[in-house]
């Protein structure tokens, strides 16, 4: 099988062009290459498929297998291959997810993909006053947010002093959430800037999220706390996320990088 190993802002995921591959169990070839020392390494696996109502398909699985709705760095790689690859030679590109069909739009260098900027569509603030939990012994309050994926947004003084290593899997697993849940805890910077380090289901601690970024931004802006267009600095890098107010839809702009081809024949 044929692969690209991409990442956005080092939040790295398996890519296989299904135009020309087949995967007949992505979850458990998710599982056998996402280990760093025993397969590829990444937090997960993408397969770019043909679509009847996109210019293509994006199916995303966690490193534990589990299949997500939608993946914010993922989708922007998803674009720059089809850019970079030929499969879209237009600057806007359709992706049908599982969250419904996504547009984005390329800002080329040198005839590749450089930045893309993806509506999101409109996330779903579940939490309209803060809810409290129970977590690790202590009371911790957040938002839900509905991204496609479910999120807690939790704003804390100094996200750097969550000891996210140790506890971060409680907060997934937390009764709460039956699903499990993505966990970021933020911390409002000024009122255009947020510093966000997160939680992924499925996946543990990742170095950037973009699904995240604007749950985060969607969160804070409702009581007030941030503008519409806000930066968000995550341990891989920096997004830079757009709310409309008027029509409630949200945009994502940030870069994609191809790091490598390979072939594998790891088999289970």
């Known amino acids: 099988m044929k692969f690209t190993k991409m990442h956005g802002l080092g939040n790295d995921y398996i890519f296989v062009d299904c135009f020309a591959e087949t995967v007949t169990d992505p979850s458990r070839t998710a599982q056998l290459l996402s280990p760093a020392h025993f397969g590829i390494g990444a ?19 966690n490193a534990d297998g589990t299949e997500g709705r939608m993946c914010g760095n993922g989708i922007r790689c998803v674009g720059k291959y089809m850019y970079d690859h030929g499969r879209a030679v237009k600057a806007e590109i359709t992706v049908e ?18 930045k893309i900027r993806v509506d999101m569509g409109v996330p779903v603030l579940e939490s309209p006053q803060p809810e409290k939990i129970t977590v690790a012994g202590s009371e911790w309050e957040f938002s839900a947010v509905d991204v496609g994926s479910p999120h807690a947004v939790y704003l804390v003084p100094n996200c750097e002093e969550v000891p996210l290593e140790k506890i971060g899997v409680l907060f997934e ?65 920096a997004l830079r996320i757009e709310i409309d107010d008027t029509t409630g839809h949200a945009f994502m702009t940030g870069p994609a990088v191809e790091v490598f081809q390979g072939e594998t024949t790891l088999v289970d």
């Open 43 to 61: 937090d997960g696996l993408i397969l770019i498929e043909p679509s009847a109502k996109a210019d293509c398909r994006m199916r995303m699985f």
């Open 97 to 114: 997810t599982l969250d419904g069909i996504k547009t984005l739009q390329i800002s080329p260098e040198n005839d590749k993909a450089a």
């Open 173 to 237: 697993h937390a009764a709460r959430f039956p699903n499990r849940v993505n966990s970021e805890f933020v911390q409002i910077l000024d009122r255009t800037h947020l510093r966000m380090r997160v939680w992924e289901r499925g996946s543990g601690i990742t170095l950037a999220c973009g699904t995240g970024a604007v749950a985060s931004v969607v969160a804070s802006h409702a009581r007030g706390l941030t503008d519409a267009s806000v930066e968000v600095q995550m341990d891989g890098g």
